[in-house]
Each structure stands twice: as C-alpha cells, then as structure tokens.
C-alpha cells in the first residue's frame, strides 16, 4: 500500500525553495489582495458552497478574505486561521471596509491550532492553502472539527508557477525544481481513510495576470523563482519578452493551472 502522507511530505519538502511562508512578505500579501479576478472568483465560488444563515465557517488559510468576506455575508459567524500578518492586516481592512462583525481571527499556521481550542463549525474551508508537511494530521483534525462538510481546493498536473520553474530553475539552481503535491495524493489519502471525497475540476478557473508596470512583473518572476536580487535579471527579462504577451503597455501572464475542488462529509455524519 502508498503511504501518501509520506509521498506527500517528500514532494513538500523536496519542492519548497524555503520553509518561511511566501505570504509573510507584505509585497507578495499586497499583490495576491491587489488581485481582482482572484476576489471575483472568490465570491462565485462562496456562492457555490451555499451555506445556509445559520451555519459557522471555518476558512483555514483565509488570506486577505477572498472566501472569508463574502461568506460573512450571508453565514452566522467565520473563525479566519491565518498565518500572515500581512494577510490579518488586509483581511481587517475589508472587514472594517465593510462593517463586517461577525469574523473571528486567529493568528496561526493550521498545524499549530489545538483541535481542543476550537468549536465544531459546520463548514470547513482549506482554499489554496494547504501548505502543511503533514497533509494526514491537517485533513483529520479538519475532518474532526466539521459538522456538515470538509472543502479543499487544490491544483491538478503542473501549475502555472511550475511551468515557469520549469523553464528558468535550473539557470538559477543548477538542477531541476521539484513539484509540489497535488490532489491526487490527497485523494489518495482521504480515500485510503475511508473519507471518499467527491472531486470537480474547476473549468473556465483562471488567475491570469495583468502587470501595468515591468518591475512588477519582475518582482512576480523573482518571488516565483524565490531570488530577491537583481543577479538573474537578465534571464527574467528575455523571458519576459519571449513569453508574456504586451498591450499597451501592459504585460498578460496567461495562467495554466488547472483548479480542483475537492470535499466530502466528514466522518462523523455518515
Ligand atoms: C494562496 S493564499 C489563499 C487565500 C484564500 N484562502 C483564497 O482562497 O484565495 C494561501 C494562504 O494560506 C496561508 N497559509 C500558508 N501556510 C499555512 C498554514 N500552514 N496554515 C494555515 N494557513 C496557511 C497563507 O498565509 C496564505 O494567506
């Protein structure tokens, strides 16, 4: 039998450039905030979930709001856990914004919250944030903690930022980048634990890029690459100009990662 929990953990740690969270840097919080089609697609897909009035949402990994703000709206109360200062700062910003009150947040990466500290909330949301070397012990206490249902949304086959390392990595490192995990090992894995999810590619789902200015899209390129000095600009400039496209002045990154949603009623309900 795999062990995807290890699968997991190797691809995790094999692919990570650093073990500090990308989102701790306030340019990089700033510009996923900065992001419009991000905070569209956020609230078609709080839509979606169709969360009655009454319910409690626990939105692990929250950012800015993306899932959290519009949810607020129309559930009885939210618990953001969330690791970035940057990110708390912009999440209470939109929350003052708009005299939204009924958000508690909590500072703190999701392996470190104690299981005991927390109510059960009827929906538990893990949105692109699932950045944890211990993919197993995350899925279980969010299983544990979840009366009506568990929600991940993850990233099928190579992702955009992949792609991109793909091309570049091995100038910059010497040797080739490695993947993160993807759903399929969580698949695998709540499978294995009998939690049977169901699985939807998200079509049409896509976070392309508009950079009005050069050095932003630079800045993209640098952080994607983890470099955050000028050494490799020259590398990131020919690639720029061979791959992006220009408008007006502007640049279109195009994205190509494909967007899963993965989820299943938690254990406890069957
Ligand atoms: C790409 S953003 C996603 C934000 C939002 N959930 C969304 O759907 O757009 C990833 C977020 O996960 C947070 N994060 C990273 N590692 C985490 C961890 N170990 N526990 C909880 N959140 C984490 C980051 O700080 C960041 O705010």
Redesign the pocket.
Known sequence: MVDWNQTWKDAFLASRLTSD????NEEQ?KS?DAAES?WAD?KKRAADLDPGPSWSVL??????G??TVPLARTVREVTA????RP?ISCLKRHLDEESISNVGIINS???DVSAKELEPHDLVIG???L??EDIKDALLKMDRLAKKRVVL?WFAGTTNWELIREDLFSQVYGRKPVHYPKCNVIYNLLYDLGLYPDAEVLHGTSFSREYARYDQALSYLRSTLGVFDTTHDELLHNYIESHWRRDDGRLFMEDKTTYVKLSWRPKGTR
């Open positions: 969270n990308y989102y701790d919080a996923y991000i956020g939105d692990i990994g929250s950012g800015p993306i899932l856990i969330e690791p970035s990110m990466r999701w392996e949105s692109y944030s950045s944890f949304y």
